[in-house]
């Protein structure tokens, strides 16, 4: 009976754990509906799709280019062949500004609006399905939930194009809340000065105007956003200027883009120059001086991994002295503080390798151009072979594959095919690259991709190698990595991690004499004992099942960005999260026990007789097992927060088959429990070492800090 309801528990558990999923859904507090002004078009004609979103009142969506925090509105267009829809126009955006971000919202209801045409030799006879998905971040004070929803519009084809009159009228509002194009008598420039851009505007219209009322929204990833903004008048009071502050690791764009606002100015004023059409000063922004001062930024970025190495060396250096204080005891043997000494001093060696300054190593890789759409176009016109690397200071597979381009063959590889390489740096999560992403179906790093000469890009795996690299160089077709593989890889992580996790002081010592008490318990009478062992497993299941849902809640509704990786992009979650782990690292080196304090908890119910104590013993295995986790399954953890729901239940479901597996074994043979190794100091050595994998963690964190403050 007791089996039965264990059963049932289980059930219960699952049913639940599946219909928490659909609670926080953004779907509530945004609307979107798609309609054209057309009710019928003519090949060879051209008409206006609009896109009408309602936000929920004191929430609110971002614009285009989103400013310091949140994430800009974009739509992905999946379009016919014959079918072009221009770029998409949104009204002014409102300025908002929480705990010191500023950002670029919309509030209430605004809608956007994209050119659509149709080529002349368009089937008349079949409609045009214009299909999309649109992606932004909802927001007030307290949460931000991301929003995704797939558009969808049949538009009918016929001999003449027919009006919607109710369209119509949507249009002419819409088209009243876009912002103004600067008249034939005005005019505006931006003016190069080092580090800065002066923009400068004269418009008779403005000259009675409050100065401290205006704000410019730059588009695009060139300037810096969310800076404070001071306006001034020149002596005649009719040239209105700013200094606005570029970004120095993006290439210029073939325009400078972006909206002048005022509480006066109803829509605001459109600013859209060529570089050829804009004025500049002693320091130009186009040519070859951008790209030395460009390639300077690069260089200093490469200097900043030397200061990671500088305290990851310090972490060796750490672990080293641990290697010499554990093995050189009074009482060891004379061969154990031999080979002690021997791994200390080549773990002291590597730890001063890996700090040791190296200014030849800034050079000795690829040189790296940054990134920006227009030179990449102008490079692919040009017949060059280019490779573009989508990359974050806060993403780890970015660092990671970055060894590769200091490999002498690659880089020999880049100089004998002529490749350009460019740098395209996503760290404050711009616009156009977020843009270009979602171009080649990405929506975040890292992602790279290669284009030769006269073909199109080829998109690179996940994680790099050298011999990856060159076989793309060499071959010019994809590297085909099976996307199986990739998920039962992370599968045997989460297994191994689950296995491993049963070594640690709190959980060892108890399996020989938990499988002793199924046995004790059951009379010697072998279908019973694997029977608890079955309950011990379920009990283990459903307790990983439930620090998941914990999981997926928090993700759900509290995180800020759009994916659980986007997380690592806010510097307050960041520093919370090196603090928890260097908590968990201080754990394990014996200064604080959190897994030993936690054994007393769910005691009287482990004592129970029957399945009911085998359950909840696999419960409190799980308990105290929890706080050893994260040298162990970081990847395979981290892989599973950025699943879907049911990808994540699977892997945690292997991290508790793997913690439950020594006890389903020994049930089905418990005379095994004689050959188990006998609990003991190298136990406690065992849960000291895996303290330095945390300890190095928290370094990547604190380093990754630095670069968002």
Not at 431 to 440: D, E, F, G, T
Not at 444 to 459: A, L
Not at 498 to 509: Q, R, Y
Not at 631 to 654: C, I, N, R, S
Request: net charge neutral; with cysteine; hydrophobic share 45%.
């Amino acid at each position: 009976m007791k089996f039965k309801r264990i059963v049932l528990l289980f059930c219960t558990f699952i049913s639940f754990a599946s219909l928490t999923q659909g609670q926080f859904r953004s779907a509530d507090l945004i609307s979107l509906s798609l309609f054209a002004e057309c009710e019928e078009i003519k090949p060879g004609d051209s008409t206006t799709v609009m896109i009408e979103i309602d936000v929920e009142a004191g929430w609110h969506a971002y614009w285009k280019t989103s400013g310091q925090s949140g994430f800009p509105t974009t739509i992905a267009w999946s379009l016919p062949q014959g079918i072009s829809l221009g770029p998409l126009q949104f009204p002014a955006p409102k300025y908002y500004e929480f705990q010191g971000l500023g950002s670029y919202v919309h509030e209430n209801t605004f809608t956007l609006l994209a050119d659509l045409h149709v080529e002349e030799d368009w089937n008349a006879s079949q409609p045009i399905l214009i299909t999309g998905e649109f992606s932004t971040l909802v927001c007030d004070e307290a949460n931000c939930i991301p929003y995704r929803s797939d558009l969808k519009l049949t538009l009918p084809v016929g001999k003449s194009t027919k009006i919607n009159q109710q369209a119509s009228k949507k249009l002419d509002l819409a088209r009243a809340q876009m912002p103004a194009i600067l008249g034939k008598t005005e005019h505006s420039s931006f003016y190069a000065v080092g580090g800065f851009i002066d923009f400068s505007i004269q418009s008779a219209s403005l000259t009675n105007f409050p100065i401290a009322g205006f704000y410019f929204f730059p588009e695009g990833d060139f300037f810096e956003h969310g800076t404070r903004q001071e306006f001034s008048w020149d002596n005649n009071r009719s040239l209105l200027s700013v200094r606005l502050k570029r970004n120095l690791s993006v290439a210029p764009p073939d325009r400078l883009q972006g909206v002048l606002t005022h509480p006066q100015l109803q829509n605001g004023i459109q600013v859209d120059l060529s570089l050829d059409q804009a004025v500049y000063g002693n320091q130009s922004i186009r040519g070859q001086a951008s790209f030395e001062e460009v390639k300077k930024v690069e260089a200093a970025d490469v200097g900043g991994y030397q200061t990671l190495w500088l305290m990851l060396a310090f972490v060796v250096l750490a672990l080293a002295v641990w290697l010499y204080g554990k093995t050189n005891q009074p009482h060891q043997p004379k061969g154990k503080k031999a080979v002690g000494k021997i791994l200390s001093l080549f773990t002291f060696l590597f730890a001063v390798w890996l700090g040791y300054p190296q200014k030849e190593s800034i050079s000795a890789g690829i040189q790296w151009q940054a990134w920006s759409p227009e030179l990449q176009r102008t490079l692919r016109e040009e017949g060059k072979a280019v490779y573009v690397d989508f990359t974050a200071k806060w993403c780890l597979s970015c660092q990671v594959n970055k060894r590769v381009f200091f490999d002498p063959d690659v880089v020999t590889a880049f100089d004998r095919q002529g490749i350009i390489p460019l740098h395209a740096d996503w760290t404050k999560r711009g616009a156009v690259i977020l843009s270009a992403l979602q171009a080649q179906g990405r929506e975040g790093v890292p992602f790279n991709i290669y284009y030769p000469s006269s073909k199109d890009g080829i998109p690179m795996p996940e994680l790099l190698s050298s011999e990856i690299v060159l076989e793309v160089i060499r071959s010019e077709k994809p590297y085909l990595v099976s996307e199986a593989n990739g998920i039962w890889v992370i599968l045997g992580f989460a297994l191994l991690g689950g296995l491993i996790l049963n070594l640690m002081p709190c959980v060892f010592p108890v399996i020989g004499l938990k499988i002793m008490s199924f046995v004790k318990q059951a009379g010697e009478n072998p279908q019973t004992v694997k029977r608890h062992g079955f309950v011990f497993t379920l009990g283990v299941l459903v307790s990983f099942w439930a620090l998941l849902g914990v999981l997926l809640f928090l993700r759900e509704s509290l995180e800020a960005k759009l994916g659980w990786g986007f997380q690592l992009q806010e510097p307050l979650f960041v520093f919370g999260l090196a603090v928890f782990l260097f908590i968990f690292a201080l754990s394990l080196s014996g200064v604080l026990d959190i897994g030993l304090s936690l054994t007393g908890v769910g005691a009287n119910a482990t004592r129970s007789e029957g399945y009911t104590g085998s359950f909840f013993s696999g419960v409190l295995a799980t308990l105290v097992a929890t706080p050893c986790m994260a040298p162990f399954l970081g990847a395979a953890v981290g892989a599973a927060l950025t699943m879907d729901w049911k990808g994540a239940y699977l892997v945690f479901t292997f991290i508790a088959l793997g913690l439950s597996l020594p006890y389903l074994f020994l049930s089905f043979f418990p005379s095994w429990v004689s050959r188990l190794p006998k609990p003991g100091v190298w136990m406690d050595s065992l849960k000291q070492l895996m303290a330095f994998p945390l300890y190095a963690t928290v370094v990547w964190l604190l380093w990754t800090l630095q670069s968002l403050l």
